[in-house]
């Protein structure tokens, strides 16, 4: 009996979906995200923190996020084994987050095969047109009551 439950909770903990929150700077809205999604998930998923800085990555880690790396390579390591990537639009773009998302970063972001939700928030020169302005609180809300519930309901 005590093998079988061992087990099934092996089992269940490789089925957990990764979701994988990357930012930087002070990991502000890392940590908000991750916030919101253990209220919401609990332990059903697995929250990795991938912070472009050691800051960041421990402010993501004290929201409670199941583990956490900084860095380069930590962040492009990870991002192929991710069932989500949640970030804002910058994780995407080289060399914005005042240069803390490198070339290496925004490619694997971006040829990851997980699913991307970016907030449509940026310090560059970019603008995305036909986004209106939602203050940061609702548009995390919006995320993860319209984006997350359906991607989870689909399993």
Same mark, same amino acid.
């Given at each position: %009996?005590? #093998?079988? &439950?061992?087990?099934?909770?092996? *089992?269940?903990?490789?089925?957990?979906?990764?979701?994988?929150?990357?930012?930087?700077?002070?990991?502000?809205?890392?940590?908000?995200? /991750?916030?919101?999604?253990?209220?919401? &998930?609990?332990?059903? +998923?697995?929250?990795?923190?991938?912070?472009?800085?050691?800051?960041? =990555?421990?402010? %993501?880690?004290?929201?409670?996020?199941?583990?956490?790396?900084?860095?380069?390579?930590? !962040?492009?390591? =990870?991002?192929?084994?991710?069932?989500?990537?949640?970030? =804002? #639009?910058?994780? !995407? %773009?080289?060399?914005?987050? %005042?240069?803390?998302?490198?070339?290496?970063?925004?490619?694997?972001?971006?040829?990851?095969?997980? $699913?991307?939700?970016? !907030?449509?928030?940026?310090?560059?020169? +970019?603008?995305?047109?036909? /986004?209106?302005?939602?203050?940061?609180?609702?548009? !995390?809300?919006?995320?993860?009551?319209?984006?997350? $519930?359906? &991607?989870? *309901?689909?399993?």
């Amino acid at each position: %009996m005590g #093998i079988k &439950f061992l087990m099934k909770k092996i *089992d269940n903990k490789s089925a957990l979906k990764r979701i994988c929150v990357i930012d930087g700077q002070g990991g502000g809205i890392g940590s908000t995200v /991750i916030k919101k999604l253990k209220y919401l &998930f609990g332990e059903t +998923v697995e929250i990795i923190a991938l912070g472009t800085n050691a800051i960041a =990555t421990a402010q %993501m880690l004290k929201a409670k996020a199941n583990r956490g790396a900084s860095g380069e390579n930590a !962040i492009v390591q =990870t991002v192929g084994r991710a069932d989500i990537i949640i970030g =804002t #639009i910058g994780i !995407i %773009m080289a060399h914005s987050m %005042m240069g803390e998302v490198t070339p290496r970063v925004a490619e694997a972001v971006s040829a990851s095969p997980a $699913k991307k939700l970016l !907030i449509p928030l940026s310090q560059e020169n +970019v603008e995305i047109v036909g /986004i209106t302005p939602i203050p940061l609180p609702h548009l !995390i809300e919006a995320l993860i009551q319209e984006n997350l $519930k359906d &991607f989870y *309901d689909e399993s």
